[in-house]
C-alpha cells in the first residue's frame, strides 16, 4: 500500500513539472521581472502616468504610411496594420517606466520553480473575448501551437526557449522551457495573447491564410471598420471585461480611433495641417523646422513639443546584404562608410538635427564604447585572433567629414579599401579583376528616400561606384525584403531589451538562410552566434550587459551596415484637443494610451470629427 502510494504521488508530482519540482520552493507573484524587482505591487491604485478620472469619449483620427492586405498577424503571408495590436490583452502585460516586467492582466497571477524550467500563469475567471465568450486556458494553447506551426520566423525567435505550452484546466495555462534558471523565456510567454479557438475553429475560417474579417479580439477596443488598404477604424469596447483593473485605469480614453493609410508622407503631412489627422511624431528634420508655421498653430489651436525620450534605440542605417558577392568583403563594406557624409547631410538637409547611430544598440547601456575593459574584456579574450584585432585596440567611431562636401580624404581612404579587396577604379568605374563594375540597388518604399539615398549616391559615384535608388510600393518592397531580393535597405530596426532569443534572429546564422527572418544582412559568423548563445543564457544582468557589448563591439567591427542617426527626443505635433498626466512614462509618451480629449480644449481647437 505505502509503495503504491508513494508511486501515485510521483505520478501526480511529475504531472505537475517533474518529480523533483515538488522539492523546489515555487515563487507565485503578480508580476515578473527579468532582472530585479518589479516597481510596482498588487495593491498600486494606477499607473503613475495614468489620470484614473480621466474623461471617456471622443474620435481621434491618425495617419500611417503604407497600406495593409491582411488581419492575421501571426503568419508571413500578407501586409498588416501596425496598430492591431490594440485589439489584444495579454497574459501579462509591461509598464512604461520598466524594461523586461510584466504584470498580470488576463492572468492573475504567474508561478515558477527555483529552477525556472516552467512557469504557470492562473486566467481571471471574468475575461472574455468581444463577443462575451470567456477566455480559457485552450485558448492560449492555440495561440501557441498556431505560432508553433505557422507563425513568421522572427515571431517564431522569441519563443525558441519554449518546450511546449498547454492548458492544465480551464483557468490554468503552463509553458515548460529548455532552459534552466532564465527569466527571459518566462516574461516572453507572458506576453501570449489569446486566439479564440471557438471563432477561429469556425465558419470555414483558416488562420494559416490572410484575411480582412475583423479579427475577435480580448482587450478595450475592437475592429469596428476596415476599408482594406485605405483605413482601420478600432471602437472601445463599452462592456470591457478589465475596465476595473488598477493597470487599465486611465487608459483607452478614446471612444474611436481611426487610421487613415497614405502613399506619400507630404500629403500625410498636409491632411495632417488641414485638421484631417489629430496628432503625428514627426520624423523628418526638414518637416520640423520648415513644416509647422501654420495658422492653427500660430493661433494655438495646434500644438508643437519636443518630448524626452529615454527608450533605447534601434540601430538605422543602410544595411548590405552580404548574400551578394560585391558585399562578402568588410573592408568593401567599410569603405561604403568612409563615403556617406552624415556631417554634410546634417548641416544641409537635417538641420543640424540627430546624433549619429555608432552602435547596434544607441541610446542604451547596451551600447559599446570606449575600448573594452572589465567583464567585457574577459567575455572578449576567447575570441582573440578570431575576431579583428581593432576590436581590443580601437573604440569604433563612424567616419567624419568636415561636412563641407569635400570628402577627399575618406576618398582616399576608401579607395584604398576597396583596392585592397580587389577593385581598382579605372576610366571612371570601379572594377574588379574580372572587368566587372562595382553597382549595386539601394531599394526603400518611400520616396523621402531620395534625401539620403542620393548624396550618397553621389559621393560614391566619386569612387566610381554605380549606384542607384529604386522605389517600389510597400507591397512590392515587404515581398522582396522577406526573400532578401535586394542589395541594400534603409532600415531602422527594433529592440526588444533586455536582449535576448529575438537577436539569433537577427544576426545568427541559420536565421540568414531563412526567408523573412531579421537577419537581412546574412550574416553568418560563428563568434557572433557563440556570443549569441551566452547571451540567451544568461542569468546574471551585469554579465549580460558586458556580452551584449562584446556583441556590439563586434558587429561594429564587421562593418554589416552604414550607419545613420537617431533622435533623443520625440517630437509630437497635435490638434489642441488633448490632455495628458503631468507625469509621462519613462519608455514614451504615452500617446494614445493614457491621453484623453479635454471638452474645453476640443471647442476652441476647431476640429469637427
Request: hydrophobic share 35%; charged share 25%.
Amino acid at each position: 500500500m505505502r509503495l503504491a502510494s508513494a508511486f501515485a504521488a510521483a505520478l501526480i508530482a511529475a504531472a505537475a513539472g517533474g518529480a523533483w519540482a515538488q522539492d523546489q520552493k515555487v515563487t507565485r507573484s503578480h508580476a515578473l521581472a527579468e532582472f530585479g524587482t518589479p516597481l510596482y505591487g498588487p495593491d498600486t491604485p494606477h499607473w503613475p502616468y495614468a489620470n484614473p478620472n480621466a474623461p471617456k469619449g471622443g474620435t481621434v483620427k491618425l495617419g500611417d504610411i503604407g497600406t495593409y492586405d491582411s488581419l492575421n498577424t501571426i503568419i508571413t503571408k500578407g501586409i498588416w496594420p501596425r496598430s492591431l495590436g490594440i485589439v489584444d490583452d495579454s497574459l501579462m502585460t509591461g509598464s512604461g517606466d520598466e524594461i523586461g516586467v510584466v504584470y498580470g492582466l488576463i492572468a492573475e497571477w504567474a508561478e515558477y520553480p527555483e529552477d525556472k524550467s516552467w512557469v504557470r500563469f492562473k486566467l481571471r475567471p471574468e475575461a472574455k473575448f468581444q463577443d462575451g465568450h470567456p477566455i480559457r486556458a485552450v485558448d492560449f494553447e492555440y495561440a501557441w501551437q498556431t505560432i508553433r506551426d505557422h507563425g513568421r520566423p522572427f515571431l517564431k525567435s522569441f519563443y525558441e526557449s519554449v518546450q511546449d505550452c498547454k492548458a492544465e484546466d480551464e483557468l490554468t495555462f503552463r509553458c515548460d522551457f529548455t532552459t534552466r534558471g532564465l527569466m527571459k523565456p518566462l516574461v516572453t510567454v507572458a506576453g501570449f495573447s489569446p486566439l479564440p479557438k471557438h471563432w477561429w475553429t469556425s465558419n470555414g475560417r483558416d488562420i494559416t491564410k490572410t484575411t480582412t474579417e475583423p479579427p475577435l479580439g480580448s482587450s478595450s477596443y475592437k475592429v469596428a471598420a476596415v476599408d482594406t488598404g485605405r483605413s482601420i477604424t478600432y471602437e472601445r469596447v463599452k462592456d470591457y471585461w478589465g475596465e476595473n483593473l488598477w493597470l487599465n485605469k486611465g487608459t483607452g480614453n478614446f471612444d474611436r480611433i481611426v487610421y487613415e493609410y497614405y502613399r506619400d508622407p507630404d500629403v500625410m503631412l498636409q491632411a495632417f495641417k488641414g485638421g484631417q489627422l489629430d496628432f503625428r511624431q514627426e520624423n523628418s528634420a526638414r518637416n520640423w523646422a520648415t513644416q509647422y508655421d501654420f495658422d492653427a498653430l500660430k493661433a494655438g489651436r495646434a500644438v508643437k513639443e519636443a518630448l524626452p525620450d529615454q527608450s533605447p534605440k534601434g540601430a538605422q542605417g543602410f544595411f548590405l546584404n552580404t548574400r551578394r558577392e560585391v558585399f562578402k568583403d568588410p573592408k568593401v563594406r567599410e569603405a561604403l562608410a568612409y563615403l556617406f557624409d552624415f556631417e554634410w547631410l546634417r548641416k544641409n538637409i537635417m538641420y543640424n538635427s540627430y546624433t549619429r547611430t555608432r552602435c547596434w544598440f544607441p541610446n542604451s547601456e547596451y551600447c559599446a564604447s570606449g575600448l573594452p575593459q572589465g567583464r567585457e574584456l574577459e567575455i572578449l579574450e576567447a575570441y582573440r585572433g578570431r575576431v579583428p584585432e581593432r576590436v581590443f585596440t580601437t573604440e569604433y567611431v563612424p567616419p567624419k567629414t568636415d561636412g563641407s562636401g569635400n570628402i577627399r580624404d575618406n576618398l582616399r581612404i576608401a579607395l584604398r579599401l576597396l583596392k585592397e579587396a580587389g577593385w581598382e577604379n579605372k576610366g571612371g568605374k570601379l572594377v574588379n579583376a574580372k572587368g566587372e563594375v562595382f553597382a549595386f540597388e539601394i531599394l526603400g518604399d518611400d520616396p523621402t528616400d531620395e534625401r539620403v539615398a542620393n548624396p550618397w549616391i553621389k559621393t560614391l559615384s566619386q569612387a566610381g561606384i554605380q549606384a542607384k535608388l529604386r522605389i517600389v510600393d510597400a507591397a512590392q518592397y515587404e515581398e522582396r525584403t522577406k526573400r532578401f531580393d535586394f542589395d541594400v535597405i534603409q532600415v531602422l530596426f527594433t529592440f526588444f531589451p533586455p536582449p535576448g532569443p529575438e537577436l539569433v534572429s537577427r544576426f545568427g546564422s541559420a536565421a540568414a538562410d531563412i526567408e523573412d527572418s531579421a537577419n537581412y544582412f546574412g550574416m553568418k559568423d560563428p563568434v557572433v552566434d557563440e556570443l549569441l548563445a551566452r547571451i540567451v543564457k544568461e542569468t546574471d544582468y551585469d554579465t549580460l550587459v558586458a556580452t551584449t557589448r562584446a556583441l556590439d563591439r563586434v558587429l561594429q567591427w564587421g562593418h554589416y551596415m552604414v550607419p545613420q542617426w537617431y533622435n533623443e527626443e520625440a517630437r509630437v505635433a497635435y490638434w489642441n484637443r488633448f490632455s495628458r498626466p503631468e507625469t509621462l512614462p519613462k519608455y514614451g509618451i504615452g500617446f494614445p494610451g493614457t491621453w484623453w480629449i479635454d471638452a474645453e480644449k476640443d471647442a476652441k481647437a476647431g476640429v469637427t470629427r
